[in-house]
């Protein structure tokens, strides 16, 4: 059997709500985007309900503490299609235990989310060291990312209680909204953008005078940090994979 | 002013660069004055070097200019470079927009000693303070402590620094007085043990009040050059362990010598800098660390220097196979913290994962173990049965055959035709 749910969180926990109420045996959970019926296997859509998602959320932290709630949650903010396979079948499988399953790591889904949330903790970790702001004219710190998780939601903080007297935007282009900091709260934002714009980095027009030496200054010290006799490419490499390099002002050609 | 900024930027960070440390973990400091920076515990590298090394920090001198002449320093008096020097406000601009725009964790600001200890202790205390009290600045700032600076410049500096540190620079006495003969290990000792003392006063005093200041929150480290005198592995390690105990340091960094000087004393121009043996001193100190080994265990008189081909703790094991195979469903855990192929994180997993049932290969595998090092030193559920007992180097010579060091650039058994 398949269920088949609209790719939300409460969506998610609802689908588990669905479950229990029905114990209809294996299922396999899909998201909308992804599902494409099957000629002898059964769906059921769910329709995602806040107070049944609620009821299994509180559920679930009485389960287990909050690191764990974390992962769970990192895992879902992956998007990754099997993540939400297995997020099911793990909430499933802690709900039909005793508290500390969790910490069966010979369990799959177990290692699974652990995976997942490692993997979207790095990015997110990545995201924190690899953003680079702009100064803009208006005095906003601005700065464009496409990271490959859905990060936005954990790094908000971070960014919040670091420039507390700046005001900045961090725009997600992939999934097309960002943060706003207005020197007191982080509010979401969507920018329409006119044509090609948003695509790469701001125009110098937009731009305060000073950015253009601050990102001339950190380029040459960029250069000047490194020792030539220990070169090692690969090493750099792995720590800088270059799908971030379009964002990183040391990095970008002149 | 434009282009003489820029040539100075760029003459103290080139001199800066071979200060290895650039850790930006340990900081308490919060954001509670609606100011620019907040610590991050685990610290964050904003961008790696093309060698590969990470830039966390502003990492620059305040001066070149320097009264001394040891020999393993970009920066001695006799040596025929530029020299620069930054105002303390141009130091702390730098600093503020490049923590703006996300670019750095922080500072790490040094220098060399220009006119005496405290007329250059006084400047670094200008830069923080400023930063700290004018322009409540809370990002990280690592501050070397100037040998021979008096206490009381010392103590204030410990007040606005989250780490201090101060460089051993060779790792005996005998090393460092053949190159720098102005110097000696007591100098660095001295100002080492009077951080340490005031900071284990201020955490005493924070047990009785509530409102003491931070002093050098994320502790002192200190950095050895290796490899520019002929010290052995053991020497080096032996030191740092002792100063590791006596001065609760934080880290000690062990940096490869770039040659840069024609002294017949060191490695000429052009010798390739020492980088494996830096990586498995890095390693034995990891060992040490993380790992519940005793530096006697690693090197000693019968092993006085690592293995080149294979890393410490695999060396270890070899020697001492009278403790394996370890069960891994039974075993305790600081023994399964040294079985070569698993490390702290996997470790931690077997222990929790084993309660609920025991262990097989392929969940051994999932949790993330290097298996193909670690099944010669371990038994799990279902490990195949072995009729023969292999010699610790028999096992090496299986363990070799299937893996490739990436520091070897040429198969050393392979040989060549033409």
Redesign the interface.
């Known amino acids: 059997m398949i269920y088949i749910f609209d790719g939300t969180f409460q969506g998610l926990l609802t689908a588990v709500f669905e479950w229990f109420e029905r114990k209809p045996g294996k299922v396999v959970l899909k998201s909308t985007p992804i599902f494409q019926p099957e000629a002898f296997v059964e769906s059921f859509t769910v329709s995602t309900n806040a107070e049944k998602a609620d009821r299994v959320w509180a559920g679930l932290q009485k389960k287990f503490k909050k690191d764990w709630q974390r992962k769970y949650y990192c895992s879902f903010l992956s998007e990754i299609p099997e993540a939400y396979n297995h997020l099911f079948q793990f909430t499933v499988y802690i709900f039909q235990n005793q508290l500390g399953a969790e910490s069966n790591y010979g369990n799959p889904h177990v290692i699974a989310l652990a995976k997942y949330a490692k993997s979207v903790e790095r990015e997110k970790h990545r995201i924190e060291a690899f953003i680079r702001f702009q100064k803009t004219g208006d005095g906003i710190f601005y700065a464009n990312i496409d990271p490959d998780f859905n990060v936005l939601p954990l790094i908000s903080n971070h960014f919040k209680n670091r420039y507390a007297d700046q005001p900045w935007v961090i725009y997600d282009l992939k999934r097309k909204y960002g943060l706003h900091y207005n020197l007191t709260s982080v509010e979401e934002i969507t920018i329409s953008f006119s044509n090609g714009a948003g695509k790469q980095n701001l125009a110098p027009v937009l731009m305060d005078e000073s950015e253009a030496l601050y990102a001339t200054l950190w380029k040459d010290y960029f250069k000047s940090a490194n020792i030539v006799a220990r070169k090692n490419t690969k090493l750099h490499l792995q720590h800088v994979p270059k799908r971030y390099w379009k964002y990183l002002t040391e990095k970008v050609p002149i | 002013m434009?282009d003489r900024?820029?040539e100075k930027?760029?003459i103290l960070?080139?001199a800066a660069?071979?200060d290895v440390s650039c850790s930006s973990s340990g900081g308490t400091r919060?954001?509670t004055n609606?100011?620019?920076?907040?610590s991050?515990t685990s610290g964050?590298?904003?961008?790696?070097?093309?060698?590969?090394?990470?830039?966390s920090l502003?990492?620059i001198l305040l001066t070149n200019h320097c009264i001394y002449d040891c020999l393993f320093c970009v920066s001695r008096k006799s040596n025929d470079v530029k020299r620069a020097a930054f105002t303390v406000d141009e130091v702390v601009e730098?600093t503020m927009?490049?923590y703006?725009?996300?670019?750095i964790e922080g500072l790490f600001l040094s220098s060399g000693i220009f006119k005496n200890a405290d007329f250059t202790m006084e400047r670094l205390l200008l830069v923080v303070k400023k930063l700290r009290l004018e322009q409540?600045y809370n990002g990280y700032i690592h501050l070397k402590t100037i040998p021979g600076a008096s206490d009381e410049l010392i103590k204030e500096a410990g007040l606005y620094a989250d780490r201090m540190s101060i460089n051993l620079e060779m790792p005996t006495e005998a090393g460092l007085k053949l190159l720098a003969p102005e110097k000696n290990h007591g100098e660095v000792i001295k100002p080492l043990a009077f951080v340490q003392q005031q900071i284990s006063q201020f955490t005493a005093d924070k047990k009785l009040i509530k409102h003491v200041p931070t002093f050098v929150p994320a502790g002192q480290s200190t950095q050895m050059v290796i490899g520019a005198t002929p010290e052995s592995d053991k020497d080096i390690m032996y030191t740092a362990n002792t100063f590791y105990k006596n001065f609760s340091l934080k880290r000690v960094y062990y940096s490869?010598y770039?040659?840069i000087s024609n002294d017949t004393r060191m490695p000429i121009l052009g010798t390739?800098?020492p980088?494996l043996r830096e990586n498995r001193l890095y390693q034995t100190d990891w060992l040490m660390r993380f790992y519940g080994f005793k530096v006697q265990e690693i090197l000693n008189d019968a092993n006085p220097n690592l293995d080149i081909d294979i890393d410490p703790k695999l060396s270890w094991a070899i020697r001492n196979m009278q403790h394996f195979p370890v069960d891994i469903n039974t075993a305790d855990y600081k023994m399964i913290l040294r079985i070569p192929g698993i490390g702290v994180m996997s470790a931690q997993?077997?222990v929790?994962?084993?309660?609920?049932?025991k262990?097989?290969i392929d969940?051994l595998k999932?949790?993330g173990i290097a298996y193909n090092r670690a099944k010669h030193f371990i038994i799990c559920l279902d490990s195949p049965y072995q009729l023969k007992d292999y010699q610790g180097t028999q096992i090496k010579a299986f363990i070799l055959a299937e893996s490739q060091s990436?520091y070897l650039k040429t198969d050393s058994n392979q040989m060549i035709l033409f």
């Open positions: 434009f900024i820029r930027l760029n960070a080139d660069k071979y919060k954001n609606k100011g620019l920076g907040d991050h964050i590298c904003h961008t790696y070097t093309e060698d590969g090394r990470c830039v502003l990492k730098l927009n490049f703006r725009r996300n670019y409540n490869g770039v040659p390739q800098p980088l997993k077997i929790q994962a084993r309660k609920f049932g262990l097989r969940q999932k949790i990436k």
